[in-house]
C-alpha cells in the first residue's frame, strides 16, 4: 500500500512504513487503512489526501464510541427487562443510562450521517436549475446549516454550563456530562460539513483531490 505520497518523495518508504503496508495489505484494509493512511501520510507533508484521512481516523473513533454505547444501551435494557419481569423489580440507574447512552448515539451518529450524506434532502427543485445556480444554491444551504450547527454549539455549551452542578437521580452523574453531546455532536457536524464544501467546491483542493484519484 503505498498511495497518496507526494510525487517529490518518490519512493522514499521507512522499515515502519512497510510495516503498516503490510498489515494493510495482509491483516484487514477495512479495519487498518484509515491509521496507515493517517501514519504514511503525515510522513509526507501536509497533503489532501492526509486530512482525509485524519477525518477517517475520527469518523472510525467515532463509530467505535458508537458501537460502545449501543451495545451499553442494550446491556441496561435487557438488565432492566430482566430484572422487572423475572424479579419483580425495578431500579432507576438501568432506564437512565439506556437513555443517555441513546442521546449520545443520536447526536454521534447524526455527525456520522453528516459525512455519509444519509441525512434526508429534497433535491427536486435544486436538480432543475443550472449546475452554477445549482453550486451558488447548495453552498448557500450549506453555510446556512453550518450557522445553524455553530447555534447549536453555542447553546450547547450554554447548558453545559448550566447543568455542571445538577444530578441524575439514578446514577448521580452530572447532568451537564449528557448534554455535553450537544455541542460535542455539533462540532463533528461543522468539522464534517466543512470538509464537504472543502472537497467539492474549494478548486485547488478539488483538483489535487481528484488528480490522485485519477493517479
Known amino acids: 500500500y503505498s498511495r497518496g505520497f507526494?510525487?517529490?518523495q518518490g519512493?522514499?518508504?521507512?522499515?515502519?512504513?512497510?510495516?503498516?503496508?503490510?498489515?494493510?495489505e495482509r491483516g484487514g484494509a477495512l479495519f487498518f487503512r484509515p491509521f496507515a493512511d493517517f501514519y504514511l501520510l503525515c510522513r509526507g507533508g501536509f497533503h489532501v489526501k492526509t486530512l482525509t484521512a485524519c477525518l477517517d481516523v475520527l469518523e472510525k473513533t467515532i463509530r467505535y464510541c458508537l458501537s460502545a454505547l449501543?451495545?451499553?444501551m442494550v446491556g441496561?435494557?435487557?438488565?432492566q427487562i430482566i430484572l422487572r419481569y423475572v424479579f419483580s423489580s425495578t431500579n432507576a440507574w438501568s432506564e437512565e443510562l439506556a437513555r443517555y447512552t441513546f442521546v449520545w448515539q443520536v447526536l454521534l451518529g447524526a455527525a456520522v450521517a453528516v459525512r455519509k450524506a444519509r441525512h434526508m434532502q429534497i433535491d427536486f427543485f435544486l436538480n432543475k436549475f443550472p449546475p452554477k445556480v445549482r453550486m451558488i444554491v447548495d453552498i448557500s444551504m450549506k453555510l446556512v446549516v453550518?450557522?445553524?450547527f455553530v447555534v447549536i454549539a453555542q447553546k450547547g455549551m450554554e447548558l453545559y454550563s448550566f447543568t455542571q452542578r445538577q444530578q441524575s437521580t439514578g446514577l448521580g452523574i452530572p447532568m451537564s456530562r449528557i448534554y455535553l453531546s450537544i455541542p460535542v455532536g455539533a462540532v463533528l457536524m461543522m468539522i464534517f460539513t466543512l470538509e464537504e464544501i472543502a472537497l467539492k467546491y474549494l478548486p485547488g483542493i478539488r483538483k489535487q483531490s481528484g488528480g490522485e484519484e485519477n493517479a
Not at 519512493?11 to 494493510?24: L, P, Y
Not at 441496561?76 to 438488565?79: A, V
Open 146 to 148: 453550518l450557522y445553524f
Open 76 to 79: 441496561s435494557i435487557f438488565y
Open 6 to 8: 507526494p510525487s517529490s
Open 70 to 72: 449501543f451495545i451499553v
Open 11 to 24: 519512493n522514499r518508504r521507512t522499515d515502519s512504513g512497510r510495516e503498516v503496508a503490510v498489515v494493510v
